[in-house]
Nanobody, 122 residues
């Protein structure tokens, strides 16, 4: 069982930066892949970035490549999403999710946080 808690969201101007954190409980967190997803009103929840547990391989959705960086600190049981050069289109609620397999689709993930709102003003 893994419980996740996101933090770090907020209001930022276009071009600014935020760092989201996903703090986990559970002894086997190091064995879980973690994904960051986002969902804007009226839109589907989609993956932004993910990180594997075995070799820290990463995946990024095309629109965030070069701007967002996902990383993990297993000792702190925390996964981070550094978001730079933010755009108004990045406005959404951001969720982290964990699973013992490395997947892209949200329905493959077993454990979810409650989300943190990111709002980028133009």
């Amino acid at each position: 069982q893994v419980q996740l808690l996101e933090s770090g969201g907020g209001l930022v101007q276009a071009g600014g930066s935020l760092r989201l954190s996903c703090a986990a409980s559970g002894r086997t967190f190091s064995r879980y892949a973690v994904g960051w997803f986002r969902q804007a009103p009226g839109n589907e929840r989609t993956m932004v970035a993910s990180i594997n547990y075995s070799d820290n391989s990463t995946f990024y959705e095309d629109s965030v490549k070069g701007r967002f960086t996902i990383s993990r600190d297993n000792a702190k049981k925390t996964v981070y999403l550094q978001m730079n050069s933010l755009k108004p289109d990045d406005t959404a609620k951001y969720y982290c999710a964990a699973n013992d397999g490395w997947y892209k689709a949200p329905w493959e993930y077993d454990y979810w946080g409650h989300g943190t709102q990111v709002t980028v003003s133009s």
